[in-house]
Structure formats: C-alpha cells, structure tokens
C-alpha cells in the first residue's frame, strides 16, 4: 500500500511557476512508477507527465512538453512537478499517480495507476 500527499498547488499570474510535490509513504518507492494528471472543471481527466521507477524515463504530453519538468528523489520518497510558463489553461486540480512496476516504465493512461493523492489547486490567473 502506497499513500500519495500531494502539495505545492497556489495561485499564480500567467508566466509564472509553481513546484507541485507529492511524498509517498508505504512501500518501497523506487519500485513505483509515477505519473501527473490533471483535471479542470467541467473536464475529463488529462495526462500531463510521467516518470519511470529510477527516473531515468520520462514523457509528457505535448501540451506541457518544455515547460514542465517530472523529477523524483527516491531516497526522500518524493516525485516533482517543475511547472514553468504557465498559461491560464493549466488551470486544474493536479494528482500524483504511483504503480508498482518490475521494470523501467512509463504510464500514461491513468487507470493503469493503482495509488493516487488528494489533489492540488493550481490556478493561473491572466
């Protein structure tokens, strides 16, 4: 069992940047993949990036690619979520996914995710 607390969510003018984290407990972390997801109102939930167990994989979706950065440091059992640029449409809830993995792995639909945070508010202003 893995429990995710996501936090570093605010209110911030267009531009600007936020660092979103989310500490695991539980489990042996390094063995976990982790993802970023988001979802504004009135919409579905969106990937938005993901990184392997080591880090040494990441992806993400285009609409971020450049301007976010996905990071993690295991030995602190806690992933990042470096958002930089940031545009009014980034405006969402924003949740941490981990999944127990055996390999090197990247996930990005969110019902392969077994474990998931509260959520964070991010909201960009104009």
């Known amino acids: 069992q893995v429990q995710l607390l996501e936090s570093g969510g605010g209110l911030v003018q267009a531009g600007g940047s936020l660092r979103l984290s989310c500490a695991a407990s539980?489990?042996?972390?390094?063995?976990?993949?982790m993802g970023w997801f988001r979802q504004a109102p009135g919409k579905e939930r969106e990937f938005v990036a993901a990184i392997s167990r080591t880090g040494i994989e990441t992806y993400y979706a285009e609409s971020v690619k450049g301007r976010f950065t996905v990071s993690r440091e295991n030995a602190k059992m806690t992933g990042y979520l470096q958002m930089n640029s940031l545009k009014p449409k980034d405006t969402a809830v924003y949740y941490c996914?981990?999944?127990?993995?055996?390999?090197?792995?990247?996930?990005?639909?969110?019902?392969?995710?077994?474990?998931w945070g509260q959520g964070t508010q991010v909201t960009v202003s104009s």
């Open positions: 539980g489990r042996t972390f390094s063995t976990y993949c």
């Open positions: 996914a981990a999944d127990f993995t055996l390999r090197e792995a990247i996930k990005t639909i969110g019902s392969k995710y077994s474990y």
